[in-house]
């Protein structure tokens, strides 16, 4: 499994910006899917999941603002960002877990259930 992201850049505080992640090698299995973030000197941070079953798991700062999403045609995760702040500067990562594999709300965020990662995105937002 390889995953690229794509559709990182700067903007203006309050912008817009639309994360892309394609994904290769999984055939027909279905994968629990993530973004995740790490801005410069903190940890890595789960953002949002997209689960096996479609169901969609958001970090608390992030709800009503973030929408993930597939292109199920292109084996594509998306993460749409509006609204986005300074303090959400950072590198953003795509990454799924093992094929077939479901994650529920409280691992869907955690980066030890995750499996494959892509090399990441960055983001960079202004004031």
């Known amino acids: 499994v390889q995953l690229v992201e794509s559709g990182g850049g700067s903007v203006q505080s309050g912008g817009s910006l639309t994360l892309s992640c394609a994904a290769s090698?999984?055939?027909?299995?279905?994968?629990?899917m993530g973004w995740f973030r790490q801005a410069p000197g903190r940890e890595l941070e789960g953002v949002a999941n997209?689960?096996?079953?479609?169901?969609?798991t958001y970090a608390d700062s992030v709800k009503d603002r973030f929408t993930i999403s597939r292109d199920i045609i292109k084996n594509t995760l998306l993460l749409q960002m509006n609204n986005l702040k300074p303090e959400e500067t950072a590198m953003y990562y795509c990454?799924?877990?093992?094929?077939?594999?479901?994650?529920?709300?409280?691992?869907?965020?955690?980066?030890?259930?995750?499996?494959?990662w892509g090399q990441g995105t960055q983001v960079t937002v202004s004031s």
């Open positions: 990454a799924a877990a093992r094929a077939g594999q479901s994650l529920n709300r409280f691992q869907a965020l955690e980066t030890d259930h995750y499996r494959y």
């Open positions: 090698g999984i055939g027909n299995r279905a994968y629990s």
């Open positions: 997209l689960d096996v079953d479609g169901s969609a």
